[in-house]
């Protein structure tokens, strides 16, 4: 029944490893979305894509990689982890990228050691 | 460019009180607006949003807000605070082309006193 899923939940890792964080909606929607939210609370764009294709990219480092196989799922990569990266991870999905409402994931709690 | 200010960081208010949240927005065009809330450990859900027609708008939980364009504000209301109110929320504004995205604000934590 879950709208946007997220695994895992939970990532502690070392400084230099690699890591992945899945994300699925089963809302039919078109357009998924990356979100990182600091330790202030502070929740910022990183990627969006529609149909399968980026159509957002902030000023986010290469060493973030997002991948999205179909519509439904968008996953996001993270090479050589660094201590900044250790955040809250929000995957959000939308009917479309326009006016519509964004529906949020559970959120990946990240932390890099 | 687009930006999102929630001037208040932390609010308490009383269980049964009333509440209002404030949001300043700065946004060329008439703007879309948003009000999502996080409960603890949670992520984000959409309260109401506004993108035009009547400036009160009405959303879920008995919160509503209303936009203010000679003020550049959307304050969210609630006449009755409950306990389960408890959570962070955010204002939002959405900057929409072909690559559509929300510009979020800081967010304002609100604590309910028994």
């Known amino acids: 029944d879950t709208a946007v899923s997220q695994t895992p939940k939970y990532l502690v890792t070392q400084m230099g490893n690699d890591k992945s964080i899945k994300c699925e909606q089963n809302?039919?929607?078109?357009?998924m979305y990356w979100y990182k939210q600091d330790s202030k609370k502070f929740l910022k764009i990183m990627f969006s894509y529609n149909n399968k294709e980026l159509i957002i990219n902030e000023t986010v480092p290469n060493r973030f990689s997002p991948k999205s196989p179909d519509k439904a799922h968008l996953n996001l990569h993270i090479n050589s982890l660094e201590l900044g990266d250790s955040a809250v991870y929000f995957c959000a999905s939308s009917q479309s990228p326009s006016t519509d409402t964004q529906y949020f994931g559970p959120g990946t709690r990240l932390t890099v050691l | 460019a687009q930006s999102v200010t929630q001037p208040d960081i932390h609010i308490t208010v009383s269980e049964g009180a009333s509440l209002e949240l404030r949001c300043n927005y700065s946004y060329g065009a008439t703007p879309y607006l948003f009000w999502y809330v996080q409960s603890p450990g949670q992520g984000l859900q959409l309260l109401l949003k506004y993108f035009s027609g009547d400036t009160l708008v009405q959303g879920i939980k008995g919160f509503e807000a209303e936009f203010k364009r000679s003020q550049s504000s959307f304050n969210l209301r609630k006449p009755s605070v409950h306990w389960s109110d408890a959570a962070e929320y955010f204002c939002?504004?959405?900057?929409?082309?072909?690559?559509?995205?929300?510009?979020f604000g800081s967010g304002t934590r609100l604590s309910i006193r028994p």
């Open positions: 809302l039919g929607h078109d357009t």
């Open positions: 939002a504004v959405g900057e929409y082309s072909s690559a559509s995205k929300i510009i």
